[in-house]
Every structure is written in C-alpha cells, then in structure tokens.
C-alpha cells in the first residue's frame, strides 16, 4: 500500500513570497490532515479535512494560510505572504476512520514533509 | 482541552540499557494513545498504540500500556539499540478529531 506522498520536500523562499504544497494521501481515506511541526516542537494541527469538507481550521492563520480538497482526494496548503516565522515542516496526514461508521480514533499516517525555509 | 505532557529530553543512553519515556495526557471520555516516532529527516511514524484502559501496545521491542487510573502511557524498551535513536511523541486521539500531540523526547543511543 502506498503511503501519504509530499511534494516539494524541500522549498526556500524570500518572505513575502508565496508557496504551495501539495498531498496525495493513502487511497480510500476520508480524512485528510495538514501539520505544521516547528523545529524542537511536536506537530500543531492547521486544518483537517474530512472528504472535501472542513471539519477544523481553528489554528490556521486564514489571512495568509489556505487549504482546499478538490474532490475529496489530493490537498493544496498555500501561504501568501510568507513570514520568517512560517519557517517549519509541514505534514500531511491522512487517516481511515468514518464517524458514520463507528470507527472514530484510528491512527493517523504521515508523509515525509515539506520542509520550508523562510529567508 | 485535551492535552499530552511528555518528559523533557533529550535522554542519552548506552546500546542494551533500559529505556523508559514518561508520558501523561489530560482527556475527557476514552481517547486512543499513540507513541510516533521520528527518524532524522522523515515524517512521523507510528509506533504503537491503545485504544482503551489497560491495553498494552507492542512493537520492534517497545511496549506502553493505557492506564487510565494514572492518565498515562509510558513507553519502555528493555534494551535499546544505536538505531533506536529518534524523537519519540506521545499524542492522543479523542471522538474522532485531530491528533494532539506531545513536545517530542529526543534519544540518543551510544554504542
């Protein structure tokens, strides 16, 4: 079975830049998360994505972070603009579980990241 | 909210002692347990986990159990390797919502 696959694993911009990421998580499952892991921290959840609604981006900085889910499959996080404070890993996550179904706290499986630089 | 609290690191050990990472949570209801694992330069894997009170996770020698009288989840080896080295995160799962992790225990295993 295929993994949570990231694209770019690495990314250096000049603050005030825009960059994008991009997902592709495990086929079949519904639910879809994006991380941001600073360095020396563990991973602070942005936005997740349950098909290709949201079900919480409270810790997304919505004036410069956005995310969409086309079709309930592959996910885009962009910043614009970039801060030096962006600076961080970013992970996707994707995991099984389907609350209509029961299956609640399944296990989460998490790509390799995106390491940004912010320069 | 819920949260996870981690014992700060990082832990130096020698090849074959024993490890133990402390882990407590604050949860309401029954969340599930989890201890990832970080290798350098790779995303987080998944280690072990627990879904309810008293279960024990295993894996590659590693083992936790869920006590929920204690609200912990403490991660033991009984001798680790050199290739055991990594950040470790405790995180939590509860009603079906994000994964709440730890601040991570970095271990470093000298041979």
């Known amino acids: 079975e295929a993994g949570v696959a990231q694209s770019p694993r690495y990314k250096i911009i000049e603050k005030r830049q825009s960059v994008a990421f991009w997902c592709n998580p495990i086929s079949g499952h519904a639910t879809l998360y994006w991380y941001q892991q600073i360095l020396g921290q563990g991973p602070k959840l942005l936005i997740q994505f349950q098909n290709n609604g949201v079900v919480d981006d409270s810790q997304l900085p919505k004036d410069r972070f956005s995310a969409e889910r086309l079709k309930g499959v592959d996910s885009t996080l962009k910043i614009q603009p970039a801060k030096l404070e962006d600076s961080a890993v970013y992970l996707c996550?994707?995991?099984?579980?389907?609350?209509?179904?029961?299956?609640?706290?399944?296990?989460?499986?998490f790509g390799q990241g995106t390491r940004l630089t912010v320069v | 909210g819920d949260s996870v609290t981690q014992m700060e690191g990082p832990v130096t050990l020698s090849e074959e002692a024993f490890l133990t990472i402390n882990c407590t949570y604050t949860?309401?209801?029954?969340?599930?347990l989890f201890w990832y694992v970080q290798y350098p330069g790779e995303g987080l894997q998944l280690l072990l986990k627990?879904?309810?009170?008293?279960d024990k996770g295993s894996n590659k020698g590693f083992e936790a159990t869920y006590r929920k009288e204690t609200t912990s989840f403490h991660l033991e080896k009984g001798s680790v390797q050199v290739s055991d080295s990594a950040v470790y995160f405790c995180?939590?799962?509860?009603?079906?919502?994000?994964?709440?992790f730890g601040a991570g225990t970095r271990l470093f295993v000298k041979a």
């Open positions: 996550a994707s995991s099984s579980q389907r609350p209509s179904q029961g299956q609640m706290n399944t296990e989460a499986f």
């Open positions: 995180a939590l799962k509860n009603g079906g919502f994000k994964t709440i």
């Open positions: 949860a309401t209801g029954y969340p599930s």
């Open positions: 627990a879904t309810k009170a008293d």
